[in-house]
Each structure stands twice: as C-alpha cells, then as structure tokens.
C-alpha cells in the first residue's frame, strides 16, 4: 500500500492536538474552573455540612393526641356511668351511652336492631359481641327482661311423655301470653324525674325530654303531645309504651293572661313565638282587650289547627 506522505513523529502530532487559539484556551480553562468549584461544592455539601433535622415533636404529640382518642372511642368510660333500670329494646342511644357503652358499641346495636333484632330476656344483650369484659355483669341487675322464656305445657308434656302420650293437634290448649305487670299510671303533669325513671322504659334521657317540653308548654293537654318531645321523635313503639304509663290532668296547665302578657312572654310558648306572638299583640292593641280566648281568630295568621294548639294555654282573665 503506497503511503501518502512520512507519518510525523508521536511528539508532533500531540502538539497538532492540544494546539488551540487563545480563545479556545480561555474556554477550556473557564470550563475546568466551573468543574473545579461545581466539585468543590458537592463535596462541601456532602461531608462538610450536615442536614438540618427537623422537629417532629410537634407531629409526635399530634399522632400521640389522635391515637389516645381513638382509643378513648373504643372503651367504655363507666366513671360517669350510673345504671338505672332500662329496656334495651326501646331506649334511646344517648341511654345507652349514658349506661356506659361506647359509639361504635350502639352503633353496632342500632344494626342489629335495624335488621329486626330483639332482646328477649337479658341473657340476649351478654351475646352482644363488642361487650368489654364485666360490663353485661354491672347492668345485669338493671334489665327490664324476664331471666328466660317460660316453656308452654306442650312442649313440657311432650318432653315428658311417651310419643304415644303426646297429644293431638286437636286437644292442644293455646294458652294466651301472660299479661304484662299493671304499673300504677303516673299523672305527667305532676310527676317529677324519679317518678318517671321508675316506670319501665322511661329512661333518664325520656323523661328529661318529657319534662323539659312539659315546662316549655306550662303542661301538657293531651297525650299525644308526647309525640312533640324531641327525643320520642320517630319512635312510634317508645311513644305507645309510654302513653300507656302516664295520665294527664289538664286542669293543671298554666296558662298566658292574653289581655296582659307582652310579646316577649307570649313568644316564649312553643305554639306561638314571634310568628304569633306579634301579630296576636298587635291585634290586642288595635281592637283592644280580647273578651274570649276564641277572638283571637280575629287575627289573620290564626288558623284553625294555630287555635286548636294555643287556646288551651290562653286565659282572658
């Protein structure tokens, strides 16, 4: 192979190599510079200078705080837990937190309840599976609910007999179930709290509410104004059991002096407030004193079921 020309010595052909400008070098030597301290700088960052640690004691004390009350959610708080005598079938959830349980232990009931479960004798609420430890034993005393359920003498003789001695479908006695204890009717207008609580399935929080609204309307006219207490709202099976136990004597109410009272008094009544209680004051000042309590239908706003509810309360005298 024919050469095109002498190969130059090794020493020139570095030379060729690293021979720049003087712009070039100037390039190149700024180039290394940057290297240099970029290097310089990791390096400083890396060994020199340690990272700041941050502060999680706050964060701690946070997570500590959220996991002590989740805890406090689980257990039961019984230091404020007084029993009192109850059904379990138709008391309250705040009953049942009184009594000691926990939320998610009445949340737990409520499903089962809402499902069509019944406590049948008490031996039924210690099957509750989120009970703690002793907690059936302290209320067990307290349950409103037979120890167990009677067998009917059909099966007690068929336990005891022959197949032979078994009876026939047509000489089987239905027996009617046993009538519930008579319980002596309390007058509500008079009783106190005591009184109340003492009568099966009026717990604390029934007959705080009964009292509370019996207070607000100076006495209650009727029975079925129970059905306006806030806590046997939407409870129809509580509210039939609790009228069975009480009587009311209406001449016991108090009642508003129509002619005198202002409209701050009147507006206090649950059945009038402001949207009444104005324009029936206003009423009385424009056409003077009323001579009947039925005159105050003379006022727009009175409709027949506003008479109905307020006349009871009202007095002319």
Request: overall charge positive.
């Amino acid at each position: 192979m024919r050469m095109s020309g002498p190969l130059k010595p090794l020493r020139e052909q570095i030379n060729d190599l690293l021979s720049l400008h003087s712009g070039e070098r100037r390039g190149f030597l700024l180039m290394m510079l940057l290297l240099v301290l970029l290097s310089i700088w990791v390096v400083f960052e890396q060994w020199v200078i340690r990272p700041k640690q941050p502060d999680l004691g706050p964060l701690m004390d946070e997570m500590r705080s959220w996991a002590a009350e989740r805890h406090a959610a689980s257990v039961p708080d019984t230091s404020f837990a007084e029993p009192f005598p109850f059904d379990p079938n138709t008391i309250s959830r705040g009953e049942w937190i009184a009594l000691g349980f926990t939320t998610r232990q009445v949340d737990g009931i409520e499903r089962y309840m809402s499902k069509g479960g019944r406590f049948r004798v008490k031996g039924d609420v210690a099957k509750l599976y989120s009970l703690r430890p002793g907690q059936y034993e302290r209320l067990e005393s307290f349950i409103l609910l037979p120890d167990s359920l009677s067998r009917t003498p059909r099966y007690d003789r068929m336990a005891r007999g022959s197949p032979g001695d078994r009876e026939t479908k047509a000489e089987r006695v239905v027996r009617p179930r046993a009538d519930r204890p008579a319980w002596r009717k309390v007058e509500v207008n008079a009783a106190d709290s005591a009184e109340l609580v003492a009568l099966p399935g009026i717990g604390p929080s029934f007959a705080r509410g009964i009292l509370r609204y019996r207070d607000m309307l100076g006495g209650f006219v009727s029975l079925d104004q129970l059905g306006e207490v806030y806590v046997l709202k939407d409870k129809p099976d509580a509210l039939d059991r609790v009228r069975e136990l009480l009587v009311v004597d209406s001449l016991s109410v108090r009642r508003i002096a129509i002619n005198t009272c202002t409209v701050e008094e009147l507006a206090e009544h649950p059945y009038a407030r402001w949207k009444l209680a104005k324009p029936l004051i206003a009423y009385r000042q424009q056409h003077g004193p009323f001579r009947e309590v039925a005159d105050i239908r003379g006022c727009h706003l009175i409709d027949e079921d506003a008479f109905r509810k307020l006349a009871p309360y009202l007095s002319v005298e």
